[in-house]
């Protein structure tokens, strides 16, 4: 299975996953092959992920827009999400920050 559609394979879902599922997929560099999928036309949404707390900030969540759910007519509200609260000591936690 080549990386593009690993990915493809986690964001079927229609659910937000955040960039650490891919690296956990023994993916390098997984931001070249979400960018690969959007220039083959797929549509990605990205946000800082609010799905973990210990990336203090610095990782992205991605979710794959489905073609035919664009059709729809959608009425959602835009989200308000508070930031995860952050830890107050210095942590040391390298893994997956800035993607
Ligand atoms: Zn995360």
Redesign the pocket.
């Known amino acids: 299975m080549s990386q593009q559609q690993i990915i493809l394979d986690i964001l079927k879902d229609d659910k937000w996953h ?4 891919f690296y956990a997929q023994y993916m390098a560099d997984p931001r070249k092959r979400l960018h690969e999928l959007k220039t083959k036309g797929y549509e990605l949404e990205n946000r800082t ?4 707390n ?2 203090l900030g610095g ?3 991605w979710r794959l827009i489905q073609p035919n759910n664009a059709i729809l007519p959608t009425f959602k509200q835009p989200l308000t999400l508070k930031p995860a609260p952050q830890p107050k000591l210095f942590t040391l936690q390298p893994a ?1 920050r800035d993607v």
């Not at 992920?49 to 973990?52: N, Q, R």
């Open positions: 955040c960039s650490s599922e992920c609010e799905l973990h210990y990336h990782s992205k969540m997956f």
